[in-house]
């Protein structure tokens, strides 16, 4: 069951739990959790330069362009032919999921659909650690000292966009640019759709829908 390799996607909006979701498929099925947010991160570090372009939007607080995510992503999935992965935060927008097209076929595309309030409620409590780009959140993973990164001891910051003011433009953002994403992978029948306010809730349903493409390596009574 687990010869052929499974290549698939995770889509939800800021604040969604996709990368909570990724983190278990991961742990649960072995597939590698590639994060395009982790990639840029490198390569900034790095000084790459494509890193050095990705800098210049990201100072500016633009988004990322098409042509800069691109490169970073298919460079690492290169590296990777012969693997099962999960791809967190990329394809964002059509032009993206065309440049997947070319180098391979998804299995299952998984979109995380969460009410509003709940986005906008869980985006107001999430802080982070900008070096290392670990993120908590008040209710569920709050840091052990209140303002300070658990690891360095540095302090945290709350992003100008996850402001609660914010997070309803990211939100039109974010469908205006999915749809058509979301379309083509449900006109091709490899689409999932999971709605919800708790991922605790959601996580049966996406373990369920992994356990009948791959073999699980961990259960899921784990969690």
């Known amino acids: 069951m687990a010869s052929k390799l499974l290549r698939a996607v995770i889509l939800g909006p800021p604040g969604s739990g996709k990368g909570t979701v990724c983190q278990r498929i991961a742990q649960s099925f072995g597939l590698q959790h590639l994060s395009s947010g982790h990639f840029l991160r490198e390569n900034i570090k790095a000084n790459t330069e494509v890193g050095d372009m990705a ?10 362009p ?5 490169r970073v992503m298919m460079s690492e999935l290169e590296n990777r032919r012969g693997q099962h992965w999960l791809l967190d935060g990329f394809p964002r927008t059509l032009v993206q999921a065309e440049a997947l097209d070319k180098i391979c076929e998804l299995d299952l595309v998984i979109t995380l659909n969460i009410p509003f309030e709940t986005l906008k409620d869980r985006l107001s409590r999430r802080w982070i650690h900008p070096p290392s780009g670990r993120v908590y959140n008040l209710d569920f993973n709050p840091p052990h000292v209140h303002g300070f990164d658990d690891i360095t001891g540095e302090p945290l910051v709350q992003q100008e966009d996850d402001k609660p003011e914010a997070v309803a433009a990211r ?19 490899v689409l999932h759709q999971f709605s919800g306010t708790e ?18 390596i961990q259960s899921k009574e784990a969690y």
């Open 55 to 64: 800098k210049q939007y990201i100072e500016k607080g633009l988004l990322v």
């Open 66 to 70: 098409d042509h800069v995510i691109t």
């Open 171 to 189: 939100l039109r953002q974010y469908k205006d640019v999915a749809k058509p994403v979301i379309e083509l992978y449900k006109s091709r029948g």
């Open 199 to 216: 991922t605790n809730k959601i996580w049966p349903y996406v373990y369920t829908l992994f356990s009948n493409k791959i073999t699980p």
